[in-house]
T-cell receptor
Framework: GIQVEQSPPDLILQEGANSTLRCNFSDSVNNLQWFHQNPWGQLINLFY???GTKQNGRLSATTVATERYSLLYISSSQTTDSGVYFCAVTPSGSARQLTFGSGTQLTVLP | DGGITQSPKYLFRKEGQNVTLSCEQNLNHDAMYWYRQDPGQGLRLIYY???????QKGDIAEGYSVSREKKESFPLTVTSAQKNPTAFYLC??????????FGPGTRLTVT
């Protein structure tokens, strides 16, 4: 099956810093989503981005489908950004379920 | 409010007992999904359903069963055959082929 690798696995930042999270996938996809899992376990949708670039406030994401990677940018980080960030994909031609990476644990220090 | 609800939030059971987790959505989505998350890991697909009265096994279906009698509901039963049932269970729904949305999850502990 498709492989999804996220890097780095852990990231510690000072409040106000910028960061880039990466997601590599091993096959072509027709769906790619970024999620933030908060300390209570809730998965919050950040971006639905099978290709192209999107921005939402301090967050933006870019997916280069032909090169099989996606990037999530967090600018001017805040302590509330802490948590686990997941990338998940649906392979092209599949039955539409998501395959998740193992996540990036982000800690933003005050 | 539109969304996905899961109940209960926490569930404790003795080994050998079956337990059913509830998932309801009022988003009018055709597809519904069940995922399992173990500590420090990503989510893995248990079962999914694209239409009422039809469902397919995911990557880790052994020891679980589901039903889809109504579009809004997709309950998951964790049977006594599941060897390591203690986990965080998340339900999701989507319009076919599009963005998935998740419920708040149920934490199951089996002792």
């Amino acid at each position: 099956g498709i492989q999804v690798e996220q890097s780095p696995p852990d990231l510690i930042l000072q409040e106000g810093a910028n960061s880039t999270l990466r997601c590599n996938f091993s096959d072509s996809v027709n769906n790619l989503q970024w999620f933030h899992q908060n300390p209570w376990g809730q998965l919050i949708n950040l971006f639905y981005i099978p290709s192209g670039t999107k921005q939402n406030g301090r967050l933006s994401a870019t997916t280069v489908a032909t090169e099989r990677y996606s990037l999530l940018y967090i600018s001017s980080s805040q302590t509330t950004d802490s948590g686990v960030y997941f990338c998940a994909v649906t392979p092209s031609g599949s039955a539409r379920q998501l395959t998740f990476g193992s996540g990036t644990q982000l800690t933003v220090l005050p | 409010d539109g969304g996905i609800t899961q109940s209960p939030k926490y569930l404790f059971r003795k080994e050998g007992q079956n337990v059913t987790l509830s998932c309801e959505q009022n988003l009018n989505h055709d597809a519904m999904y069940w995922y399992r998350q173990d500590p420090g890991q990503g989510l893995r697909l248990i079962y999914y359903s694209q239409i009422v009265n039809d469902f397919q096994k995911g990557d880790i279906a052994e020891g679980y069963s589901v039903s889809r009698e109504k579009k809004e509901s997709f309950p998951l039963t964790v049977t006594s055959a599941q060897k390591n049932p203690t986990a965080f269970y998340l339900c999701a729904s989507s319009t076919l082929g599009l963005e998935q949305y998740f419920g708040p999850g149920t934490r199951l502990t089996v002792t």
